[in-house]
């Protein structure tokens, strides 16, 4: 879903956003769609979720009409998109509160897990990726691809009940799943929702901890997921600047290697790099489900499959769509900053 | 030149790898949940309301039974007998058609405001009108919304009268009275919270009786408060200081959404958690072998079972139906997969129930089933499909059993599934067998004794779906005799009336019941007089110290 002008053409700034917010409309009417009909196809009965195992037969009559169930099904269609255009994504079965309130409690949760997930993945892979750039094909080099590798192609939740069992089980290094202890969740009042930046803000240092000590290990396996990518990424656009012209130019200007790769290079690189770790920020946003699961971490993805368990549909409409606009939006700003930062994407 | 430099890189990062292990490493406090808060992981995502008049799911009962008064409960020592909980006394008239009950008094709600009669009788009205789920419980005794507050009305502020409309066994009256769905709102609260609805042709009435706000509110006067529900998170109880009898011995009790089993062990055992709920066997047997910890067990109301839709020309041969309950290796799967969370059990009135009959007649014996099969003209056996919620044990037996009827030929393929999606289906009448679990709707016999027998309307648009009525089964000879059990006054004999249809319906019937399930809990050795009561709405957590 990543809009990019093709190499070379001009693409004047207002075109593009044109044409990315022509996109955006009609990735989001899919993404109504497709989340609507699945909704629709999987043979859970709505009403019979709300209802419950024992509710008597004109109970469920009722709910049915209530719901429009009884209609067909491009109206109900209609009835969806209306209600949803205008902002409201109905009330949750599951939670009893409007969906749009839900996902404001939860979505901080999965925001500040992927934020320090990024931050972690940024600082391991963009170093791990010049590494192995300038030692290509070396020990490193090979290292480096490897832990990519393993990033790829291991289950994340296959490595987070792993890690569970050693760092929590085994080591007693972390915490309990969770997002913070009992002991303070109820003492303690978040005000952003971002439980490390709210009581370093109140210098509650110790509840600053008890976070620390939840997010710490669902952060770093989400972190090495973007590390592997992200170092990936850094090794090929780093070993593209090597090349250049300019790079030999420095150096024969006698610039100490350091200046030249960390100082010339990288800074080169960095533009497209912002771009690879803005999506994958946005990936690690929507992409976290299973961590969430594994470590009860009370976010989107969280809240999203014990809705589907559910048969609660307005809860996962609404949460799909939110998650589809966050990608939506992170891709936009992505594109604008590389457009802002690269003159060549402007330029004939 | 550049080889000295990359390395003092390397080295930069391998320190800063490494001082993030420190980090993870630094000094930790043994977890340990609060002195004065008892913590359990609990698996409470079937929770869809919190309102008693909606409430009726086994975690929901949990909870409001805990947080809820009712006029009278079940005696959790003889489960045959009930005794007061509101109520001081009570009387039925001798045409058994009205009951009189005397509150307790200086009673009080957890919000202060005094219990009265007014507050039971309108908490009966609102759960006729609101007319949710659990309300049948109390409409079969007659009430409509328009004769409601009639029936159940309160005489004078300590004394309320409820009016039947059959002369109904007075066993079978009071248990319906212990059901969650009887549970006593207080009145001055709930309507400071009602929302104004639109009358339509199926609800006649101009507000909502609170039910919106109670779903997740609380307006009880149990022994604790609840503080919070969040779904699939956490419940919060806290303690009720206005609580008439002995006060809860914590400040709060925690409920942890928790799935798994071995999570909750892991949790269970770092003391993350004071008691874990959901133990599967392989847990339980490491939880009893831990020295920190203990575990309790009690024998619960729900029975597993298997049934065969009629639908089916082949497994409406009654041959077939007996062939099917000698196919199952019932020992083994007492001995393996229900080890210490189940006991076979192959009647349908659960053992601690009025009227339960202990009797398992049948064990896994292939050549009678193939002599069964061969009379019903299937020497070679047939091919057919069950289907299963995907969780444990239930995938386990279902296994269990595919390969126990393949012995005689009978070709099982298991359709494992989400039990939602799994309840849609049998409630449509498309399965051929199901394999699930049910638990009486109120703790007395008559509940599974209607749900196994009435049919009174076979056709695929019934009102009345009972579990005979889903594998579309008729057995009008015990329906009868269900329904005259409901009359006889004297318990005894209701008893062994039940007995007595149990017994025909072991005969002939497309049901095979296996085993009535063991609720087991693991917990950390300092919590004091935890236990398990007969059935969700009696495990009772104020007694509980640590």
């Known amino acids: 879903m990543q809009v990019r002008p093709k190499k070379g053409r001009a693409a004047p700034f207002f075109m593009g956003l044109l044409r990315f917010l022509v996109v955006a409309v009609t990735t989001y009417l899919g993404l109504l769609a497709v989340t609507f009909f699945i909704g629709r196809v999987i043979p859970i009965d709505p009403a019979l979720a709300i209802a419950g195992d024992h ?5 469920l009559e009722r709910l049915r009409r209530e719901m429009h169930l009884d209609e067909p099904l491009y109206l109900q269609f209609y009835y969806y998109l209306v209600s949803a255009l205008s902002g409201d994504f109905g009330t949750s079965v599951l939670t009893t509160n409007p969906v749009m309130d839900d996902i404001r409690r939860v979505f901080p949760a999965t925001m500040e897990l992927a934020t ?223 457009r802002t930062l690269d003159p060549r994407t402007r330029r004939k | 030149m550049m080889m000295t430099k990359m390395n003092r890189g390397f080295r930069a990062l391998s320190a800063g790898v490494a001082l993030s292990l420190l980090l993870m490493a630094a000094p930790n406090a043994y977890a340990a949940t609060p ?27 949990e909870i409001t039974g805990n947080t809820y008064s009712l006029l009278v409960r079940l005696d959790i020592d003889d489960t045959s007998k009930i005794k007061g909980d509101l109520a001081e006394s009570w009387s039925v008239s001798d045409d058994h058609l009205t009951y009189t009950f005397k509150l307790k008094p200086g009673l009080k709600f957890a919000s202060g405001n005094p219990i009265t009669a007014e507050d039971v009788a309108w908490s009966f009205e609102r759960v006729v009108k609101l007319n949710k789920s659990p309300a049948f419980i109390l409409t079969q005794f007659g009430l409509t919304g328009d004769n409601v507050t009639e029936k159940a009305k309160a005489t004078d502020a300590n004394t309320f009268t409820f009016t039947v409309d059959k002369p109904y066994a007075p066993s079978f009256v009071l248990n319906c009275l212990t059901a969650t769905v009887a549970e006593v709102v207080d009145k001055k609260l709930v309507l400071q919270h009602v929302k104004p609805a639109t009358p339509t042709a199926d609800y006649k009435y101009d507000n909502d009786f609170g039910n919106s706000w109670l779903k997740t509110g609380f307006a009880g006067s149990g022994p604790f408060k609840l503080r919070e529900w969040r779904a699939n998170e956490a419940v919060v109880l806290e303690r009720n200081d206005n609580y008439y009898g002995e006060k809860a011995k914590l400040n709060r009790v925690i409920y942890r959404f928790m799935k798994e089993s071995s999570a909750q062990r892991l949790a269970l055992e770092n003391g993350d958690i004071d008691i874990a709920r959901n133990l599967s066997p392989t847990d339980l047997q ?25 639908k089916n020309a082949n497994l409406a041969k009654p041959e077939v139906q007996q062939a099917f309950k000698y196919l199952v290796d019932y020992d083994a799967i007492g001995k393996t997969l229900i080890k210490g969370i189940g006991e076979i059990h192959q009647t349908f009135e659960p053992k601690g129930m009025l009227g339960s009959l202990d009797e398992n007649p049948f064990k896994l014996d292939v050549a009678k089933a193939k002599e069964l099969l061969a009379k019903a003209g299937l020497p070679n056996g047939f091919s057919i499909t069950m289907d299963v919620r995907s969780i444990e044990p239930d995938t386990g037996i279902a296994t269990a059993i595919q390969q126990t009827l393949g012995q005689a030929g009978i070709k099982v393929e298991i359709i494992p599934g989400d039990g939602k999606q799994k309840l849609t289906k049998y409630r449509a009448r498309n399965h051929d067998i199901y394999f699930g679990n049910w638990g009486p709707d109120y703790w007395d016999p008559h509940s599974n004794a209607d749900t196994f027998t009435t049919n009174d309307d076979n056709s695929d ?86």
């Not at chain 1, 070396?138 to 792993?162: E, H, K, N, T």
């Not at chain 1, 509650?204 to 592997?228: C, E, K, M, N, T």
């Not at chain 1, 533009?271 to 690879?276: A, E, G, M, N, Q």
């Open chain 2, 461 to 546: 648009t019934s009102s009345n779906k009972t579990l005979v009525w889903r594998n579309t089964w008729t057995t009008p000879e015990l329906e009868k005799l269900a329904k005259a059990a409901l009359f006889e006054g004297d318990a005894a004999k209701r008893g062994a009336m039940y007995q007595d249809i149990q017994k025909k319906f072991l005969e002939a019937s497309p049901f095979i019941i296996l085993y009535q399930q063991t609720e087991v809990a693991g917990y950390r050795k300092d919590v004091k007089d935890f236990k398990l009561g007969p059935s969700f709405d009696n495990n009772f957590v104020w007694p509980i110290s640590k």
């Open chain 1, 116 to 338: 320090v997930g990024t931050i972690i993945g940024a600082i391991f892979g963009v170093p791990f990726g010049v590494l192995a750039a300038v030692r290509r094909n070396s020990f490193i080099d090979q290292i480096v691809r490897v832990i990519g590798l393993v990033g790829y192609s291991v289950p994340v939740f296959w490595l987070a009940m792993v890690s569970l069992v050693i760092f929590y089980a085994k080591l007693n290094w972390v915490a309990y799943p969770g997002r913070i202890d009992i002991a303070y969740e109820y003492t303690f009042t978040p005000i952003t929702g971002f439980f490390l930046l709210d009581s370093a803000l109140q210098g509650q240092w110790d509840v600053f901890w008890d976070v620390f000590r939840h997010i710490i290990l669902p952060a770093s396996l989400l972190g090495y997921f973007s590390l592997a990518y992200i170092s990936r990424m850094t090794r090929s656009f780093m070993l593209n600047e090597l090349g250049q012209e300019y790079i030999v130019a420095a150096r024969a200007k006698g610039l100490s290697e350091t200046r030249v790769i960390w100082g010339h290079a990288l800074r080169s690189a960095a533009v497209p790099l912002i771009t690879v770790i803005a999506l994958s920020y946005a990936g690690l946003l929507e992409g976290s489900v299973l961590t969430e699961i594994v470590f009860s971490w009370p976010g989107i993805g969280f809240y999203i499959t014990s809705s589907l368990r559910n048969a609660d549909m307005n809860a996962v409409l609404g949460g799909t769509i939110v998650v589809g606009t966050v990608f939506i939006g992170i891709n936009l700003i992505s594109d604008l900053l590389y």
């Open chain 2, 35 to 61: 002195k004065d808060t008892l913590v359990e992981g609990f698996a409470f995502d079937d929770i869809l309301s919190m309102d008693p008049a909606e409430a009726y799911e086994l975690s929901a009962a």
């Open chain 2, 286 to 310: 490491a939880v009893e072998k831990n020295a920190q910890l203990a575990s309790t067990s009690a024998p619960k109301g729900t029975i597993y079972y298997m049934s065969l839709n009629q």
């Open chain 1, 55 to 59: 509710a008597p037969q004109q109970i």
